[in-house]
């Protein structure tokens, strides 16, 4: 069973960046489609930005541009690099973990984007 842990997140000035860590234990990423979701307060969890086993990556429109997810599976580390941030980029960012079937969350972390 992997265990999922975010870090990184924190406050920032809108256009400000922050980089997202997700560092995994107990399984490797190796061969796993790993993902960012968010989830702003009252609404549903929302997938952002997802990378492939071999690479390929995926992204909601409105982060296009501004977020790049990559991994390094030597560090069984995925992250999210997030730039030029608004205020609507508030949320919860969740790191999570595909393989087949099983879905694996992590605990989190609170990104707030306001002046």
């Known amino acids: 069973q992997v265990q999922l842990v975010e870090s990184g997140g924190g406050s920032v000035q809108p256009g400000g960046s922050l980089r997202l860590s997700c560092a995994a234990s107990g399984s490797s990423i190796s061969t796993a489609t790993m993902g960012w979701s968010r989830q702003h307060p009252v609404e549903h969890r929302q997938l952002v930005a997802a990378?492939?086993?071999?690479?390929?990556?995926d992204y909601i429109d409105s982060v296009k541009g501004r977020f790049t997810i990559s991994r390094d599976n030597a560090k069984n580390t995925v992250y999210l690099e997030m730039n030029s941030l608004e205020p609507e980029d508030t949320a919860v960012y969740y790191c999570?973990?595909?393989?087949?079937?099983?879905?694996?969350w992590g605990q989190g972390t609170q990104v707030t984007v306001s002046s």
């Open positions: 999570n973990h595909l393989t087949g079937a099983q879905l694996t």
């Open positions: 990378i492939t086993p071999d690479g390929r990556t």
